[in-house]
């Protein structure tokens, strides 16, 4: 079994920062790409940056020079900094990655955290 945990989400001002995470857990053999994902109310899911496994990134032009996306492969966990923050930045912030596994045969899927809610207000 696999697990995303997000954390670092929360009310923050416009203008401020928060930086999430994103910890996988469970019967884990290799984490490929990881991204962060978001979804506004009334809005579809949008990516908002992806990372390799060797640490090329990707961003969506409405967050490139404010976020950072890195990586920690040895704590299979995903960060994203998050600066300059916008009122159109507040929505749900899900972690997603590519994940291998050896289970008798191998298998590669992709999974979701839960989401994390980011608010940004005055």
């Known amino acids: 079994q696999v697990q995303l945990v997000e954390s670092g989400g929360g009310l923050v001002q416009p203008g401020g920062s928060l930086r999430l995470s994103c910890a996988a857990s469970g019967s884990i053999f290799i984490i490929n790409g990881m991204g962060w994902y978001r979804q506004a109310p009334g809005k579809q899911r949008e990516l908002v940056a992806l990372i390799t496994r060797a640490g090329g990134t990707k961003y969506t032009d409405s967050v490139k020079g404010r976020f950072t996306i890195s990586r920690d492969n040895a704590k299979n966990t995903a960060y994203l900094q998050m600066n300059s923050l916008k009122s159109e930045d507040t929505a749900v912030y899900y972690c997603?990655?590519?994940?291998?596994?050896?289970?008798?045969?191998?298998?590669?899927?992709?999974?979701w955290g839960q989401g994390t809610q980011v608010t940004v207000s005055s």
């Open positions: 997603n990655a590519g994940i291998t596994r050896v289970r008798g045969r191998v298998t590669t899927e992709d999974y």
